[in-house]
């Protein structure tokens, strides 16, 4: 559960608890995962009512920075103000003095647990679409966002990474499902090279991969970026990679010229192109997919009860009760639609072996089919 929310009204400043853009406002927290605490910066724009769902995308910064930089670097915000979704910047562990993401690099930081484990606690205080949770990062935080689509396919619905790329080590990783992916890539990156090197993948590779794990089309659609800005000597070309299983696709903005850097931002590093904006790109990306296009059961909703049935306690640690109804058979669903228990003519259900986090109870009998969504704490 999330463990402390501090609400201090400041300018949008760096070292500010609170920070404004346009008309939202960010929120600093921390959540414990693998029994330490993790901090992050949420921002949550004015348009958010908590009336409907809204997507949540995971904003990943790149090795030695930090949330404050990303969140301020990449800047979302605008596009969050208009469009009503959450962003959520997470901060990387330093066990040498350095922030990084552990995207498979053989330290002890489980960080593929820290997203699941952060997604399902901002569920229980904002009304966040789980068909639409998305990672995207810089660098060392597109890595991770590569190395998410690898080990929590369940619950990212797409991903895009800005000058990252993947490990050699576990480049033949493959979700079992299509996953929709954009690569932002500039062609003189020196920290992550566009060839690829001893520890990173080249990124045709990278893109031919997923294009045909998702079954995209070989031939893709070619797009030259007006180039409006000639002084940041680079250029960007988009190829789009359509038609794969469930309407998946692959994109790459290969940059030619382009910097380690993420095009459109402020900062301005050098070659940082200025002829398209990165963020922009990334949620019209994001927006075209939901994960219940690719794994069937996910978004299971709440139904309506016909008998007033209750549960308690909720959230629960070990035994989970009804009230309202008797003789029914009852089912533990996960997030994805996976059965997780089976009980057959009972009242109550013994949940203590299931890990923390949010379930579905569905209730059979025969005059009343319900699903009630339950804690695991």
Known sequence: ???????????????????????????????????????????????????????????????????????????????????????????????????????????????????????????????????????????????????????????????????????????????????????????????????????????????????????CNAAPITYSVPNINTSDNSYAVNYKYTNGTNGSTVELYKVFGGSHSWPGAFPFIANTNQDFNASVEIWRFFRQYKLNQFISGVGLNEMSFKNNIKIFPNPVTETLYLEGISDCKLKVVNLIGETIINETSANSINVSELNSGIYFLQITSASNKSVIKFIKN
């Open 1 to 215: 559960m999330i463990l402390k929310k501090f609400i201090v009204a400041s300018l949008f400043l760096t070292t500010s608890l609170f920070c404004f853009s346009q008309s939202g406002v960010t929120i600093i927290d921390s959540i414990k995962s693998n029994n330490i605490m993790r901090k992050f910066r949420l921002y949550v724009p004015n348009i958010y009512t908590g009336s409907q769902a809204v997507p949540l995308i995971l904003n990943l910064h790149g090795y030695t920075s930090n949330a404050s930089q990303q969140q301020l670097y990449s800047n979302f915000m605008p596009i969050a103000d208009t469009a009503n979704f959450l962003v959520v910047h997470p901060d990387g562990k330093a066990p040498n003095g350095s922030p990084y993401w552990n995207a498979g690099f053989g330290g002890t930081e489980n960080d593929v647990l820290f997203m699941s484990d952060l997604i399902d606690s901002l569920k229980l205080n904002y009304n966040i679409d789980l068909n639409s949770v998305y990672s995207c990062g810089m660098s060392n935080g597109g890595i991770m966002s590569y190395y998410l689509a690898c080990n929590l396919p369940n619950k990212i619905a797409a991903i895009a990474s800005v000058t990252g790329s993947m490990l050699n080590s576990w480049f033949t990783c493959a979700p079992t499902r299509p996953f929709p992916i954009m690569e932002i890539h500039g062609t003189n990156d020196a920290t992550v090279p566009y060839n690829g090197s001893g520890t990173f993948a080249h990124i045709d590779s990278v893109v031919k991969k997923w294009r045909m794990h998702s079954n």
